[in-house]
């Protein structure tokens, strides 16, 4: 009787764990959205200071992997779409990142901007 007790305190323990780490996981769905948006922005920031340094033109199309644009988080597929508008003239410009996604019919957005220096080339 006593083991069976054991077991069966362990078997609701373990369920118990599992079904814990589900909620905190759908609950934090948002956030974790959010983080992948920052990191779309940051790669796209970073690729058009590569091309800056390099004296290359700057283009507003994403630069990453495609692949990073479509998440499956939670079982639900998630689009997201990066939007680059550069402004100013001669060697600084600035760059403002638009990322923004759909989930629920609700519509989300995360903006980032940077100041990029243009490297000039010298003869």
């Known amino acids: 009787m006593l083991l069976n007790v054991v077991l069966l305190t362990l078997?609701?323990?373990?369920?118990?764990?599992?079904?814990?780490?589900?909620?905190?996981?759908?609950?934090?769905r948002q956030s974790t959205l959010e983080l992948t948006a920052l990191y779309l922005a940051n790669e796209?920031?970073?690729?058009?200071e590569s091309a800056a340094a390099a004296g290359g033109p700057l283009s507003g199309g994403y630069l990453g992997d495609p692949d990073d644009l479509t998440t499956k988080n939670a079982g639900v597929p998630i689009?997201?779409?990066?939007?680059?508008?550069?402004?100013?003239?001669?060697?600084?410009?600035r760059a403002t990142v638009t990322?923004?996604?759909k989930v629920d019919g609700?519509?989300?957005?995360?903006v980032a901007e940077r100041t990029i220096l243009i490297a000039q080339q010298t003869p």
């Open 79 to 93: 689009t997201f779409n990066v939007a680059t508008d550069i402004n100013g003239n001669g060697s600084l410009r």
């Open 44 to 48: 796209q920031l970073a690729q058009l």
């Open 99 to 101: 990322v923004t996604w």
């Open 106 to 110: 609700e519509d989300f957005e995360f």
């Open 11 to 28: 078997i609701t323990s373990f369920a118990a764990m599992i079904l814990l780490n589900a909620a905190t996981r759908v609950r934090n």
